[in-house]
């Protein structure tokens, strides 16, 4: 099972991004600290091309630290690629964007010929709030859901400098499912577009093995139940989320459970190591192999039973070719 959402909106807002890509010299891309990997569009990867990216961690204060750190030396050696954690309300961080970008392109900068960036990136990870931390004032709509920004925006920020916002994109297929699931718990997926339970049972697991102490302290929990229902089912009875005659409602305690985790409010995380995603991705591809060798072993079954099918027509054909001629002969 995974997690797809891909509305026409976001198709139109490829297409754009394609049309200004050429216009464009360095794409900032703001991507969602807690999922250093998923929150990456391979769409606009291909997109870039060879324009320059700078990266920004975004929600820097919602993110561990540590996990975090793995990931820049991990990216580290990438001529094209500048990556930075980042928070859209750390004004010291905000302030060195120009410097950031300066660095990335520096035949541009001046009135003549400001430093055309591009801020795409995908659903609710910042975009926008980014652009008006840049301009010190609001200039576009935030929203703590994803989907709020549906066309793109240029201005300025200085004479050297002019920003672009455009809407959120994710892309057709999401091939790797836990990533799918990772989206959808850290919000970048329409909650219309999930199956709530699922998803909060998903990040709940994530929770219970890699930071239980955390899930422990802020839940007041005895103990940890090695089932995630279970434990889902003691948040939803702590947190009062219950249906008449007290049982516990349980869409209701994954609203809950999923709201803490994209507020921060369990304590920083990091859904993803590289260690962790070149296994998936390794998966992945073994999957991807097992379908396609099940694809060719039904292709050559198939050629048998055509070419039985052929030659059947063909004697029927060569019966009634006799037929006509002994009908012809009387
Ligand atoms: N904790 C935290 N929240 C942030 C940060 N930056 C932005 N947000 C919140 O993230 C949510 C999404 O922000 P937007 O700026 O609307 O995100 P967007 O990428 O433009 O979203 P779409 O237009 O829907 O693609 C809002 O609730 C913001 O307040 C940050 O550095 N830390
Ligand atoms: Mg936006």
Redesign the pocket.
Known sequence: MSVQWYPGHMNKARREIEEVMTQVDIVIE?LDARIPDSSQNPMLNTLRGDVPVLRLL?????ADSERLNAWLTHWSGHATVLAHP?????KADVAKISQWVGQMVPHRGSAEKPIRAMIA????????????ALLGRRV??????????KSQQKLKVTNGFQIL?T??ILWPKIENPDASYRLAVTGAVRDTAIDYEDVALVGLAFFMSDYPNELITRYKLKHLDSDPYDVLKVIGSKRGALRSGGKVDMHKAAEVFLSDVR??AIGPYVMETPEMIALEEQRVEEVKAKKEAARLARLAAAVPQRQQANNVAYRQAQAENQNDSTDEKE
């Open positions: 703001v975004n929600k820097k204060d919602l980042f928070s859209t309300v750390d990136g995908i659903p609710n990870v910042g975009k926008s709030s980014l652009m008006n576009a709509k935030v929203g703590n859901e994803p989907a709020v920004t916002d809407p959120g507020t921060g």
